[in-house]
């Protein structure tokens, strides 16, 4: 009666052809060059619109294949960037997802572009309604409110330590601005 064993270099085979199968199926050439409805969907133009403006040395079209590769990742994309490396390039035959509205003619373009961008993002003071402490805080000085602890146990207080600390923040910003603006008043 004979026995069969296997040797090593039968083992080493085996797991390299296991190796390649896996890879080969997890990383189909056609799945990745054509992109699916299903993942265009996932591209949000929002997504798209903020990452231009945070870089705005990219190709708005780049940003949306790499947002369709990550499933729609806005981190993923700002690490990579922020880490030195570049984006992948779209294939030829990538196109960027039709917006939800229509896209406006050139002529069409030109006012919409001068608008303000003011009504979308409000001031700080107006977002944290902070304008009744406006008055205060060019009375009042940072010195002369009381310190608390550094840190508490209780989550609500810790929340409200750094709500004031955040609003206090924004007040000596704001401050500061408006004595920079006096200088160059004085100066100018």
């Not at 390649?20 to 199926?25: G, T």
């Not at 054509?34 to 708005?60: G, K, S, V, Y």
Request: net charge positive; charged share 20%.
């Amino acid at each position: 009666m004979t026995e069969q064993t296997l040797n090593i270099p039968q083992i080493l085979v085996f797991l390299v052809v296991t190796v390649l199968v896996a890879r080969w199926w997890l990383n189909k050439p056609g799945a990745a060059a054509t992109p699916t409805l299903a993942a265009n969907r996932r591209i949000n133009p929002a997504q798209i619109d903020q990452l231009a403006q945070i870089f705005p040395q990219l190709d708005r079209r780049t940003i949306a294949w790499n947002l369709q590769r990550n499933g729609g990742n806005p981190q993923a994309i700002t690490e990579t960037m922020l880490g030195g490396r570049s984006l992948q390039e779209p294939p030829v035959s990538f196109q960027l997802p039709p917006s939800r509205t229509a896209t406006p003619t050139g002529a069409q373009r030109q006012p919409a572009s001068r608008q303000p961008a003011k009504p979308s993002q409000p001031d700080l003071i107006t977002r944290y309604n902070l304008m009744s402490k406006v008055g205060q805080a060019a009375t009042t000085s940072v010195e002369e409110q009381p310190k608390g602890k550094a840190w508490s146990q209780d989550r609500n207080e810790r929340q409200a330590n750094l709500q004031r600390r955040r609003e206090e923040m924004i007040l000596a910003a704001r401050l500061k601005m408006e004595e920079k603006a006096k200088a160059e008043q004085k100066t100018g």
